[in-house]
């Protein structure tokens, strides 16, 4: 399938600032938005409502990658179990239906989002995972009480302390993510709920 630019239609709903023009963003906004419009089929919600304001688009999406897409001791399916079990802890209905999708697909497992985003105390995950999420979670809401005990059991767990510092950053970072989704009132693509839920067509 051929994409062109002015085939990203803006809807107003997905946000309640105003989503600028294609046209009217600089050009690299406008190219790493292009870019995710030819990988994914469509343009995450995200992108769009964050293009307000272009500096900090910038900024978070730098972010982002240099948490999310590096090499590290956590999978990649790991880093986006933070991102939802945090996420529904914050009650960002965003950033759980479009990082449950991910999920879905880095894990190859249709059910583990949904586990992971009501109760990731009862889902199907390891007890290395589940301590994982504890201190994720710890990050999130309690970061004034995180004390050598939480790092000692990690590392019980095979943790580095590289890994622990991702954990918590991915956890910070989406905080972030998080409340400014919902400040924005922003809305999930309806494409994200039917994500990873079906084997692809062959």
């Given at each position: ?21 294609l ?38 999406f730098?972010?982002?990658?240099a ?9 990649k ?11 529904n ?28 985003a ?9 007890p290395?995972?589940?301590?994982m ?6 990050t ?63």
């Amino acid at each position: 399938m051929r994409i062109f630019n002015e085939d990203i239609i803006v809807s107003q709903s997905i946000s309640r600032y105003p989503v600028p023009k294609l046209e009217d963003l600089p050009a690299d906004v406008r190219s790493r938005i292009v870019a995710v419009q030819e990988k994914s089929g469509f343009v995450p919600n995200v992108f769009l409502a964050l293009a307000y304001r272009p500096d900090e688009f910038r900024a978070f999406f730098a972010y982002h990658d240099a948490l999310m897409e590096k090499d590290s001791g956590l999978s990649k399916a790991e880093r986006e179990m933070i991102v939802v079990a945090t996420s529904n802890a914050n009650q960002c209905q965003y950033c759980v239906i479009a990082h449950g999708a991910i999920l879905r697909i880095r894990a190859k497992n249709p059910l583990l989002a949904d586990q992971v985003a009501v109760n990731y105390r009862k889902a199907d995950i390891t007890p290395r995972q589940k301590a994982m999420l504890d201190f994720a979670l710890k990050t999130a809401f309690e970061a004034y009480a995180i004390g050598d005990a939480d790092f000692a059991a990690l590392r019980g767990h095979g943790f580095s302390d590289d890994d622990i510092w991702d954990i918590g950053a991915i956890a910070a970072f989406f905080g972030l993510s998080n409340r400014m989704a919902n400040l924005t009132n922003m809305r999930p693509n309806d494409e994200f709920y039917l994500m990873g839920r079906l084997p692809k067509q062959k």
